[in-house]
């Protein structure tokens, strides 16, 4: 009995062995019958593939669980396709992949290797590795139609067939297209690969080939209804992409109308409700918003249909704005809705927008703010809404500062972030102007203060300085370090982020506080003794309590020197704070004008300018200005008042002359155009190493276009870098040295200290390191480097210094691209330009868009990605193959992370 047990174990074993493999020596057979079909079909269900489909799915589900819906915005249709970050399952997608790959190269003759290839560009396809996917399901498409087996089939029949007649050729092809009834048989994936290659197209934007595919799925007679469904709803995707909301309708009801998973129908139903409110039809809307509710979803979705429908109810004119606020304040109330808060005010605050009381609307926003707890997608659309109010009251400091906010949270791949990045960095300098200009005027007026009032406002900073802290008020000899009044003047639009234990720093509490006192006394106006009948002769005014608190707090000498030591001392420094807003002033009139076209404050800045400011130095560009915007407004009065300025009062000026003499302005023009090639020439032959032509055309500029002309500190700068290259290190410090006390408050003198500072000292005195000005080859405009988007990539990363071991930092990398990058089969190298700065190169990458999405990934998982025992202050960048020879050249590392922050460092 045991010897026939045996037996049969090995005989099976043998027959498993036989049916399974195949022989290196001969031809494998392509479509085998019998047990070995049998064989391998069940050991490439049951092995690979099933193991590899429950991974996908989990990853399916796991990133759709990390997407975060914007519920101010029509809902993503594809959850796991909308999340920006597909990171977190690399590890498990590569995983699948490789299974999947196991069953096609040890089961090809099964019928699941179609099925294994459609994981594998599923996995890509999460994976957004579109282009690699597409290619996949289009092979799956192409290899495995019908038409295509039955070739196949017949190319490798062991024995001559007879030739058959048209019409039994046609017989056979129809009998081979007509739709199998799959009840308990294995059905074919390709129509399925066929949705998802429509899918792909519409990932990579190519709608006309997405639509040409889902056009063949629904002229499908034999299409099975899942199906039906997926090939719609793919079809409404196509027009959602597009943001063709309306054409997007008929594909999304008759997806709905198929599906049958509960969850879709619902997120699908959802969805078309908020087409049809968003396009104005508020009674459709309504209807399918019952119908969502009836179907009873999730909390977050069931609270959103309801407020929804208030909103729904008030666009639409069936309720007015008073009740539907009303309504929304006591969703607030409701405990349930304590996490969604933050929706509620922003809902408010729209209201408020457009009943146009924007205080009540930025009051409801920063209650939106301040009530989210992890909602990103709803703090990016307060912090954006907020920027927007601001910016159309022209408070240009509190809208650059809140499109800043924006910035931190909204996610790359939203439509809008392009926009809030260029509006950031629009309000960028007019901002700063602003600030320049209030500062150095609040400056300015402390000068003017007596001692007293000194005193007494260094209290009041050192009053909030102590609240913001969390300090107690009260007495107090000593105080924290003082910190200079620049720094110290509240920011228009920050309050502390630091939360208190409080009670009174706790909204809920002071609530309810709020509610006993007024069942109990009745509304009342807040103020001290309020019981008593003769309060007013003893209740301290505002003003009085103040003083009575700050008079408790003491102020050193040295904490008053350090509170206004940046407040002018002496005529010299009130000249030059002067001069500062006088110069800002007159850069806003430009900014309002050239960058957000806001003529009245341009108008505005230019005659605070001449009125601040009479002769100044820049009086004549603004009374010109000025003329120029009065002259296109056709104001005749305004525009001659100050045309005549320019000529009475400037009459040799170039302004002058070209108001006298229209041709004049056509010359200036040319004269500019010339002044910009003649750098530019200067700067090539500097950039060929020709230094001594270089500088001989940096001196003769003066001469041909006068010392005064606009370029002469970029000249100046340039000649110095020559003269570094030609004299040696002293020289090139002393040429930097007159730079920097001839161009006060420009780009070129920053310039000029970063690169003196590199060499090793403030002055020519200053100690110096031995570094050679040829590996200074341009700190500056770093124009030898030339931004690249397509060709090989690589990502270099600098290490923080040489006591970093560089085998640590490869073999962290090392890990997180096995981890994650299995497929792509990075290299890692090592490159060494000088004995301090260790470099790792990662290579390769197929164009910058590639390189970029690594980058990108790397620095949102710094620890994960080189461990903090190797290093953690190291800076990553992407850089072309073209600049990384360059940089071999050069072998100067400082001029190339110029060049990829200035060019990468916002993307």
């Not at 036989?18 to 092995?47: D, I, W």
């Not at 062991?158 to 009834?181: C, G, M």
Request: charged share 30%; with cysteine.
């Amino acid at each position: 009995m045991k010897i026939t047990k045996v037996f049969l174990f090995l005989l099976i074993s043998s027959l498993l062995w036989t049916a399974c493999s195949t022989s290196s020596k001969k031809k494998a057979v392509e479509y085998p019958k019998g047990f070995k079909k049998l064989m391998h079909n069940l050991t490439a269900r049951f092995n690979g593939y099933h193991n590899a489909k429950l991974i996908v799915k989990e990853s399916i589900t796991n990133l759709s669980d990390q997407y975060q819906d914007n519920y101010n915005q029509v809902l993503a249709l594809y959850k796991e396709s909308a999340i920006e970050d597909a990171q977190s399952a690399y590890g498990q997608l590569d995983e699948a992949t490789k299974k999947s790959s196991i069953v096609i190269s040890l089961h090809r003759p099964s019928k699941w290797a179609d099925d294994s290839y459609f994981l594998i560009g599923q996995s890509q396809y999460l994976k957004k590795e579109y282009e690699a996917a597409r290619e996949t399901f289009d092979f799956i498409v192409k290899e495995y139609d019908p038409k295509n087996i039955a070739a196949k089939k017949a190319k490798y029949g062991k024995k001559k067939k007879k030739k058959k007649t048209i019409a039994q050729k046609k017989k056979e092809e129809e009998k081979l297209l007509k739709e199998k009834k799959y009840a308990l048989k294995h059905r074919p994936i390709r129509k399925t690969a066929m949705v998802w290659l429509a899918r792909t197209y519409v990932e990579e934007g190519n709608y006309d080939d997405a639509m040409f595919t889902l056009r063949k799925l629904k002229n499908d007679t034999t299409l099975i209804k899942r199906l039906q469904a997926e090939t719609a709803i793919v079809e409404s995707y196509v027009h959602l992409k597009q943001k063709k909301y309306k054409e997007a309708i008929p594909a999304l009801e008759r997806g709905i109308d198929l599906i049958k998973k509960k969850k879709k129908k619902n997120r699908f139903t959802y969805i078309l409700a908020q087409i049809y409110q968003f396009d104005g039809n508020s009674g459709k809307a309504a209807e399918l918003y019952a119908k969502v509710l009836k179907m009873r979803p999730e909390y977050d979705m069931e609270f959103r249909t309801r407020l929804n429908m208030i909103l729904n109810e008030w666009e639409s004119g069936v309720a007015d704005a008073e009740p539907s606020l009303n309504k929304l304040k006591r969703m607030s109330k409701d405990i349930k809705n304590e996490e969604f808060k933050d929706q509620i005010y922003f809902a408010m605050a729209n209201i408020n927008l457009e009943e146009e009381d924007q205080i009540a609307a930025i009051d409801n926003l920063k209650k939106s703010i301040q009530f989210n707890q992890t909602n990103q997608p709803q703090k990016a659309d307060s912090y954006l809404k907020l920027a927007e109010i601001y910016y159309d009251l022209e408070k240009y400091v509190n809208s650059k500062k809140y499109y800043d906010s924006t910035l931190t949270v909204i996610s790359t791949s939203d439509d809008r972030y392009g926009d809030v990045s260029n509006w950031k960095n629009t309000l960028k300098d007019i901002a700063e102007q602003i600030e320049i200009v209030e500062l150095q005027d609040s400056l300015i007026a402390i000068s003017n203060m007596n001692d007293d009032d000194r005193l007494a406002l260094a209290k009041k900073l050192k009053k909030e300085q102590l609240e913001k802290g969390g300090k107690t008020n009260g007495p107090r000899r000593t105080g924290p370090k003082g910190q200079s009044l620049a720094n110290a003047i509240p920011s228009p639009s920050g309050a502390s982020n630091t939360k208190s234990n409080w009670w009174a720093y706790d909204q809920n509490q002071v609530k309810k506080g709020v509610k006993e006192f007024e069942k109990k006394w009745g509304s009342r106006k807040l103020e001290d003794d309020w019981r008593r009948s003769n309060r007013r002769s003893i209740n301290l005014s505002e003003e009085e309590e103040i003083a009575s608190v700050e008079a408790r707090i003491f102020v050193s000498e040295e904490e008053m020197k350090t509170i206004f030591k940046d407040v002018p001392d002496s005529p010299e420094k009130l000249k030059r704070s002067n001069e500062k807003i006088e110069e800002a002033l007159f850069t806003l009139g430009n900014l309002y004008r050239d960058r957000i076209d806001n003529e009245p404050k341009s108008i505005e800045a230019f005659e605070e300018v001449i009125s601040r400011y009479p002769k100044g130095k820049f009086e004549v560009e603004a009374l010109y200005a000025l003329y120029l915007m009065y002259d296109n407004a056709n104001n005749r009065n305004l525009a001659n008042q100050y045309k005549n300025r320019v000529t009475d009062e400037y009459p040799l000026s170039r302004y002058a002359e070209v108001i006298s003499n229209p041709n004049a302005a056509s010359a200036f023009e040319k004269s500019e155009a010339k002044l910009t090639d003649y750098y530019n020439d200067s700067y090539a032959q500097f950039s060929t190493n020709q230094y001594q032509q270089a500088l001989s055309m940096v001196n003769s500029a003066d001469s041909l276009f006068g010392s005064e002309n606009k370029l002469q500190p970029k000249f100046s700068l340039l000649g110095a870098m020559c003269i570094g290259n030609i004299d040696g290190k002293e020289a090139y410090k002393i040429a930097l040295q007159k730079v920097i006390t001839d161009y006060p408050d420009t780009d070129e003198q920053k310039k000029a200290q970063e690169i003196l500072k590199y060499l090793g000292g403030s002055s020519s005195t200053g100690n110096a390191t031995n570094t050679n000005p040829n590996d200074i080859k341009d700190l500056g405009d770093v124009k030898l480097y030339q931004k690249v988007e397509d060709g090989l990539h690589y990502i270099l990363i600098k290490l923080s210094g040489k006591e970093v071991k560089l085998s640590d930092a490869k073999v962290s990398v090392t890990d997180y691209n096995t981890k994650y990058h299995k497929l792509a089969n990075h290299k890692i190298s090592s490159l060494l330009l000088d004995l301090n700065t260790p470099i790792m190169i990662v290579r390769k990458f197929r164009g910058k868009n590639e390189a970029m999405k690594y980058l990108k990934e790397i620095e949102a998982k710094r620890g994960e990605f080189l461990e903090d025992k190797a290093d953690k202050d190291y800076k990553a960048m992407i850089i072309s193959q073209d600049n990384y020879k360059i940089l071999l050249r050069l072998r100067q590392l400082d001029s190339y992370v110029k060049f990829f922050d200035e060019n990468y460092g916002n993307q």
